[in-house]
Structure formats: structure tokens, C-alpha cells
């Protein structure tokens, strides 16, 4: 059985000392999670520091929001996968929506930055998804497959054990909108499905796919008690220690 991974997005939320509350919190209200659950705190980059050093002694998971396709360099304001690595990440989440609409982030940046998190140790949270507009035309498989197929590309079988990948529907981010439990495990199987294809059926069965897009402790039991839907990547909810934990424990259902 795949564990499940539950991620928390802080995104652009929280500063150092509201980080440390957060994460004390939620190390108090976790300290007996199940062996099964992975969680994963990514707060903003400010926080990686304070973030490292409360959670060294946990079984919670530190994780960035983003990094750089190279080592080091004359990148002004980015951060790369070793100086991650180094402060203590495990996991970066690369490719998410809004790096790609406001950053305009392609497949294939995308792509460069997925092989430098696997080189530097991290495991990549590799987000995908569709567009209202693309759903709204029929468009989705064509859009996730095409994704999918982007960010993998030249990723060796041996490195698709240490990614996760998430289905983040872009219409249902922030918007209190969420796929139906159904459609989202039809878009989940489709990935599972296509992972087969790029690679074998032993890859597709073991690889962790998250659902993401308004989950909410309402929700999160109906959402991840689907076959194919093997965690969360959280954002507004991951914010309150309560509603966060509350997500972490439907995934006990």
C-alpha cells in the first residue's frame, strides 16, 4: 500500500516568528501521526531556517516552495537545490500554478529544475493541472498529458521513485471550488495511467500523486479516501494548525 504525503503550502504567508508558532503547533498536535503519513511543512523561504532547527528532532518533513535549475550564480533573489539540501529541505515543490501564471513558468523550466532537485538530493513536488477554461472545453486530459510528459522528460526510471506528483486543477486553487472526488481520481488514474506507459506498471503503482485545490478538513476525507489519490498538497488550510490536522487525520480514514 502507498503511504500517503500531506503537504502544507504556506505560499507568500507567515512571518519567522508566526512560522515557529505554526510549526510547534502542529509538532504538538502530530507527535503520534501514524507510520503511513508523511507531512511536509513548506513555509516561505524566511522561515527554512527556524523551520530546520524545531523540526530536527520531528518525523515532520520540511520542504521549500521553489528553487533555481542551477547550482549558484548571477541569479539575483533565487535560491538553489544545494542551499536547500543544506539548510535541511527534503522535499521543493516545483511547477505549481502560480509560478508558472505569474512567473511564466514552462514544461520545460519546469523540467531543468525537477532534474537539479533530484541531483541535489530533494524530492521534487511536481504540480500539474488544467485551467477552468480547458476543463470547461474537454481539454483536460490533453493538458495534464502534455504536462506530465514536460516535466518528466529525460527523467530515468530510478528517479520517479523520489518524486511526487500533484494534481492541482488551477480553477479550484484559492477559489473554494474543488473537483469532485470523482474527477479528481479519474485525472489521478490518467497519470497513473500515462506513468505506466513512459515507464513501467511497478513506477505508476508506486508512485505518490496528491490531489490540491481548496482542500479543507470538510472535504479531505471523501477526497483522499479515493484509490488513486495518495495525499494532499494544502494551501489556504495549512495555515491553521486545526484545519491542517484535521486533513492529516482524514487521511487515518
Known sequence: MRRKVIAGNW????????SAMLINELKDRLKDI???IEVVLCPPITSLGIGSQLLRASRLKLGAQNMHFEDEGAFTGEVSGR?????????VILGHSERRTYFHESDEIINRKVKKALASGLKPIVCVGETLDERERGLTEVVVTKQVKGVL???PLEDIRRLVIAYEPVWAIGTGKNAT?????????????????MYDRAAADGLIIQYGG?????????????????GALVGGASLQADS?????EAALL
Do not use: T, W
Open 11 to 18: 505560499k507568500m504567508n507567515k512571518n519567522v516568528d508566526e
Open 181 to 197: 472526488p470523482q474527477q479528481a481520481n479519474e485525472v489521478h488514474k490518467l497519470i497513473r495511467s500515462l506513468i505506466s506507459k
Open 153 to 155: 522528460e529525460g527523467i
Open 244 to 248: 491542517f490536522a484535521k486533513i492529516i
Open 34 to 36: 501514524a507510520d503511513g
Open 83 to 91: 542551499m536547500l539540501k543544506s539548510i535541511g529541505c527534503e522535499y
Open 214 to 230: 481548496s482542500v479543507k478538513p470538510e472535504n479531505a476525507a471523501d477526497l483522499l479516501g479515493q484509490p488513486d489519490i495518495d
